[in-house]
């Protein structure tokens, strides 16, 4: 069972935070204007962030994915100023998240079945 840190969970929020900001606010691409950043969470180093986002299609969160990839630097160097508390801004690791992709999967093949039962 793994043990909870106060302080990567401290860090992880106030990345989380600020991570949402900045694709709110400071990145301007049109594929990011529906995606929401579900966590981070941080390696036990600290040195690598992995931040889960999703959006409403798969292609747009494979779109944003990439687009969100590419602007790490950016974001990370944005982060840096925000948080000058923070020694070491940890390297970002964009990943999907497709647990509600699959809960609406599952929800229409329940609703089929329901249909086929009355």
């Known amino acids: 069972m793994r043990r909870s840190y106060p302080r990567s969970d401290r860090i992880s929020d ?8 900045i694709v709110q ?5 049109p594929r990011l204007r529906l995606v929401t950043i579900q966590g981070v969470r941080l390696s036990r180093d600290m040195s690598s962030a992995f931040v889960s986002i999703t959006a409403l299609t798969a292609e747009e969160q494979t779109a944003a994915k990439k687009v969100l990839t590419g602007a790490a630097g950016r974001i990370r160097t944005l982060i840096a100023k925000q ?12 990943e999907t998240d497709g647990r509600w992709i699959k809960e609406a999967h599952i929800d229409a093949l329940l609703r089929k079945v329901a249909v086929s039962e009355e």
């Open 83 to 94: 948080l000058p508390a923070m020694r070491r801004v940890p390297s970002l690791v964009f």
């Open 25 to 29: 606010n400071d990145l301007c691409d």
């Open 14 to 21: 106030a990345l989380h935070r600020q991570i949402a900001l």
